[in-house]
């Protein structure tokens, strides 16, 4: 049989707020579970156009596949939000990048014509579920020296970064960080963030139900002063803090993917074209290069050079690491095409929910930004990879000619 | 409340807290202050209001007044925990309630709070998010506006089944925001139709409910839908109301009175009293309507009807779910395989239900091809039906069809772990069927039989293992009727009556231990009411005086029960009680001829299924030669007193472990009343068991107001 490939793109996206993880944080009574299924409800709700039944696919990303994150959580969820029991559903881990990962996946379906249409999301609910919960790492890892033992912090891996490029100074990263807050705090003051957040109940014995349509974690008007007196908790003046990495959060995203076809016949809206991603593994002790020579994979698979992005998402799981990608393809530190609404420095990281954000959010400079035909979105990932994907924009006049 | 005897402790309140978030509500249309109800547990305790949780929803709701008048919010909601709104009053606090005052400030204190949440000068809502009951249905018809969550279990205003009336709020608002008719329908039709609940759907139907919101996200839907009807984006649509149609206002109100008289021969106060509130609800304001309901509280809640319906619902919600003298259950032994001796009727509705709730292999045996058949297509005629009503799936349904097999062998039974003999009621025919049944099963296969009367000693006696035999009689028709007496015999063991107790359970029954005696509980006081009543009619009282004097004691006048129950049946249960007992119980010449005759009841139906006088029957009655006319009030003390004496002599030859259980039997068994606590609270009440027994059976305060 001859196989007809389709092109794949991405409808909309949307998230919740993301909360700060813990006993104070506004999603600490709330189930994990329950995020994402606001997050897919409210993809039904803005598109009436998507007949339940022509969801074929519900991927749903989780690093800690645990308690109200296990269970098959895509499958789930597809059931919790009211998709028909004949929509399959899966669960997807592949830490910081699983709801990257879903959305390559879901994709790679539409893509060889299996399915047409998909959901594709990721929570992490890192107050109920911090990192490294129940996980039992083989001691051949030690044994073997398969990874350095620093590889399975994150934290220190970020350091590592600062010894294998000590032009990234830790004053570097905390500009970096500070312009991340700035960018945020003024994308909300346009009310640009909200757009793609969907309010969230949170429920709590002693305070009652409360409704979150606000990030947690940010904190504007954030200095260099404030930043340089922080803690080095991973190594004694050391260079990474609680100031120039994302945090502990807890939050969920998810996303609508179609065949170009499907999206024509449906009415869907089209904000962004796929056109190739990437993941690649580097050494586990420096994981936050790992974007670089996934970029670079993406870059050739497309036929694209780095001058060719117009835009960039990257995941700020420390600014060291983000600075390490600008820094390899000569981007700088404060280039405007970079994050433009500010990072997860600002916004938070739950883990395995972040992609989709990436995602979301360069759908919309996308729309602002017809000059630009193509965007990055790109991330680190835990025990030494990276993933990367480019995408059209179809507002770009050039959109849909030979790339 | 409590059913124990002992002096009752008050309990302490699970307070209900009422914690305010401000919520901004998306479009710009301000700030939304949420109230939630949580009482800080999980959904098996859901949210009551008792003093200090009214004081605390108080506190809450004037704050809100102080913050809405300076502008700080433009609405107030109010919602529940997961899965519950609120279910109203705390009752279990009625039992200390020793003056009528307390009662009515109890009314007071609701009637202020939700008054509170009503005068707000802010558009106000209720998300009703979960169970509703009670008061807690009163408080969301305090608020403008309601939303209702599509996975409601229940919303209901309950308390008239209980003997109460909805005393805060609900039959002043209800007939006002959805009409006399619809308000009657929740607040009497429903709760004298074995207490039924509305569906979330109906709520919304019924006009109570403004809109109906998926579960998934429904606070967030509540919130959008809120801030929709500040800005002016959503519309509420109500059906007028016609407060200037007294007539029609009227019509219903009878309407409803008339129905309830039907149900409770006017024995139980609380739902005519809510009647009329509701027909007053029409003209009056909202303060002479509140301050008429505080009243009605206070005279009802002082009524020993209320105390002994608190007491019927203490039994059927908690004593029935730990049946008194079951032995450890730890005790009880595996059923993975049934066997049903018989196939006819009764044995057929046994497999049935073995085989739905114990998803086991069933195997009926008959004595011929014919009967085997005709009990196995009865099963599958009463799956298709289930199947027809959804109540089972198709794969369900093939299942149990599958699982019900027939045979004239009782070799399938050499792996059974209980067998029950449904067979006919001659202790000669049951005792040749044990002993058949025995060379066959496993050594430690139980052995059941439904007799209604036998002795199970007696029936067990010839075997080799009397000890594996257990008495579990159901009452008829066997998948509706809750109530299982279970009956060791004296040799029955542990082992076999923990099996029992533990089937019993998984059957979904409220199981009583009996002990082996003559038609053991039910049968034998309904025997003796029965009894009673017809020696009284045999002598000459007219059936209408007689059916007057014991009306509101069972579910229907006893003639028309005797048509259910059939002649038959009746006359076998009368004579082996006056076989066992002697003459107090009477057995009828009328009922005999009526039975030879063939006759399938005392009454014809007419065309619109109600009972007639049968002029066959009315030819077939004792003619005394000296009639005796009794008036109603004298039947009445006679019928009774002979139930106080029957009770009286239950209890000292230790039919069951207490009083309760022959409540708890008659309410499940028999049907009989919850504001008459099932039968002893009333003869208390009426100070027949003082008269005929010397004593009360229940203390003061137990099922009646404290002394």
């Known amino acids: ?403 | 409340m409590t059913t124990t005897t002992q002096a009752p402790q008050i309990p302490t309140e699970v307070v209900t807290h009422a914690p305010v978030q401000d919520v901004v509500l998306p479009g710009g249309a301000g700030v939304l202050a949420l109230v939630t109800l949580d009482n800080g547990k999980d959904h098996t305790r859901p949210n009551t209001f008792g003093a200090e949780s009214l004081a605390e929803l108080q506190t809450a709701l004037d704050g809100l007044r102080a913050r809405a008048e300076a502008g700080e919010i433009q609405a107030v909601a109010v919602t529940g925990k997961p899965f519950v709104f609120a279910v109203g009053a705390d009752l279990s606090g009625v039992p200390y309630v020793t003056s009528r005052d307390q009662a009515v400030e109890s009314g007071r204190a609701g009637h202020r709070a939700f008054s509170t949440l009503s005068d707000l000068p802010v558009p106000t809502f209720a998300f009703v998010n979960g169970a509703a009951m009670g008061g807690g249905v009163e408080l969301a018809l305090a608020a403008d506006y309601r939303t209702v969550s599509a996975g409601v279990p229940a919303f209901a205003l309950p308390e008239t089944f209980l003997g109460l009336l909805p005393g805060w709020g609900g039959c002043y608002l209800l007939p006002r925001l959805v009409g006399p008719a619809n308000a009657l329908e929740v607040i009497t039709l429903n709760p004298l139709s074995q207490n039924r609940m509305l569906a979330a759907k109906e709520v919304v139907g019924l006009g109570i409910g403004d809109v109906l919101l998926e579960p998934a996200d429904f606070l967030e839907d509540s919130l959008r839908w809120a801030a929709g009807v500040l800005t002016g984006a959503v519309t509420v649509e109500r059906a007028p109301v016609d407060l200037d149609d007294e007539v029609a206002w009227d019509a219903a109100c009878d309407a409803a009175r008339k129905t309830a008289l039907l149900k409770t021969a006017g024995k139980a106060p609380g739902v005519l009293r809510a009647v009329e509130l509701v027909r007053a609800a029409r003209t009056a304001s909202r303060e002479e309507a509140f301050a008429a309901e505080d009243e009605a509280l206070g005279d009802l809640v002082m009524s020993d009807e209320l105390r002994a319906g608190l007491y019927a619902f203490d039994l059927v919600q908690k004593r029935a779910k730990r049946p008194a003298g079951a032995p450890d259950k730890e005790l009880a032994r595996p059923v993975t395989k049934v066997g049903i001796v018989g196939a006819g009727l009764m044995a057929s509705q046994l497999a049935l239900l073995f085989a739905r709730r114990l998803g086991v292999p069933v195997v009926m045996t008959d004595l011929d091809e014919e009967r085997v058949a005709k009990g196995v297509g009865y099963v599958h005629h009463e799956v298709d039906a289930l199947l027809e009503k959804r109540r089972v799936s198709p794969d369900q349904a093939s299942f149990l069809k599958r699982t019900v097999t027939g045979s004239t062998s009782k070799d399938g039974f050499a792996d059974a772990d209980l067998v029950i003999e449904a067979v006919f009621e001659e202790m000669s025919v049951k005792q040749q069927v044990f002993a058949e049944v025995e060379a066959v099963v496993p050594a430690e296969c139980v052995l059941m039989t439904n007799t209604s009367s036998l002795s199970v000693t007696e029936m067990a006696s010839g075997l080799a293992h009397p000890e594996r035999v257990v008495g579990f009689h159901f009452f008829n028709p066997v998948a509706v009727m809750p109530l299982l007496e279970v009956i060791p015999g004296e040799r029955t063991d542990d082992a076999t009556l923990a099996t029992a107790f533990a089937v019993g359970k998984r059957l979904k029954k409220t199981c009583i231990l009996a002990k082996d005696s003559a038609s053991f509980v039910v049968n034998r006081l309904l025997g003796r009411f029965m009894g009673e009543y017809s020696r009284i009619v045999d002598a000459g009282t007219p059936v209408e005086v007689a059916d007057r004097g014991v009306a509101g004691l069972a579910p229907m006048p006893p003639y028309v029960l005797l048509g259910l129950v059939g002649p038959a049946i009746a006359l076998h249960n009368s004579e082996t009680l006056h076989r066992a007992f002697g003459d107090r119980f009477h057995v009828s010449p009328t009922l005999k001829r009526v039975v030879e005759a063939g006759k399938r009841g005392y009454y014809a139906t007419d065309e619109r299924g109600r009972p007639v006088p049968d002029p066959e029957v009315e030819a077939l009655r004792e003619q005394p030669e000296s009639p005796v006319q009794l008036t109603a009030d004298e039947v009445r003390a006679q019928v009774l007193g002979a139930i106080a004496e029957e009770v009286g002599l239950m209890l000292s030859e230790g039919v069951v472990q207490a009083p309760m259980d022959i409540d708890l039997a008659m309410i499940t068994g028999a049907g009989f009343q919850f504001w008459n606590g099932g039968i002893v609270p009333l003869l208390d009440r009426e100070g027949v068991s003082e008269r005929v027994l010397g004593r009360r059976l229940l203390p003061h305060g137990v099922a009646s107001v404290p002394a």
């Open chain 1, 1 to 403: 049989m001859p196989r007809e490939l389709q092109e794949v793109v991405f409808v909309d996206g949307v998230r919740t707020p993301f909360g700060k993880a813990g006993e104070k944080g506004m999603y600490a009574q709330t189930r994990a579970d329950d995020l994402v299924i606001k997050c897919v409800r409210e993809l039904l709700r803005r598109h009436p156009e998507l007949p339940k039944e022509r969801i074929e696919e519900v991927a749903i990303a989780a690093t800690t596949q645990i308690g109200d994150q296990g269970l098959t959580l895509g499958r789930l969820a597809a059931l919790l939000s009211g998709l028909p029991k004949s929509t399959p559903g899966y669960s997807v881990d592949r830490m910081c990048a699983g709801a990257m990962t879903a959305v390559t996946n879901v994709s790679s379906a539409i893509g060889v014509g299996a399915i047409d249409v998909a959901i594709a999301g990721g929570v992490e609910h890192m107050g109920r579920h911090p990192m490294g919960e129940g996980v039992d790492p083989n001691p051949r890892i030690v044994a073997e020296r398969i990874v350095d033992e620093s590889a399975l912090v994150m934290g220190k891996t970020a350091e590592n970064l600062h010894d294998r490029f000590p032009r990234l100074t830790k004053e570097r990263c905390d500009a970096f960080a500070v312009a991340s807050q700035r960018k945020l705090a003024a994308a909300y003051e346009a009310g640009k963030v909200q757009a793609g957040l969907v309010p969230v109940a949170t429920r709590h014995v002693e305070k009652g139900w409360g409704l979150a349509t606000a990030d947690e974690p940010p904190r504007p008007g954030t200095t260099l002063e404030e930043l340089s007196t922080l803690k080095t908790p991973f190594r004694p003046h050391g260079n990474v803090t609680a100031g120039n990495a994302a945090g502990l959060n807890d939050g969920a995203t998810a996303c609508i993917l179609a065949s170009e076809a499907a999206a024509d016949e449906l009415g869907l809206p089209v904000r962004m074209r796929m056109v190739s991603y990437a993941f690649v593994g580097v050494e586990p002790e420096v994981m936050g290069i790992g974007p670089v020579p996934a970029t670079e994979k993406a870059l050739a698979k497309a036929g694209l050079t780095i001058d060719e992005i117009g835009l960039f998402e990257l995941n700020e799981a420390f600014a060291v690491q983000v600075l390490s990608f600008l820094d390899h393809f000569g981007i700088a530190d404060d280039d405007e095409r970079v994050n433009p609404w500010g990072g997860a420095i600002a916004t938070g990281h739950p883990l395995a929910s972040s992609g989709v954000r990436l995602m979301t959010q360069l759908a919309a400079h996308f729309e602002e930004h017809p000059e630009v035909r193509y965007g990055l979105t790109a991330m680190c990932i835990g025990i030494g990879m990276g993933g990367a994907v480019i995408w059209e924009n179809p507002h770009h006049t050039e959109h849909g000619k030979d790339a």
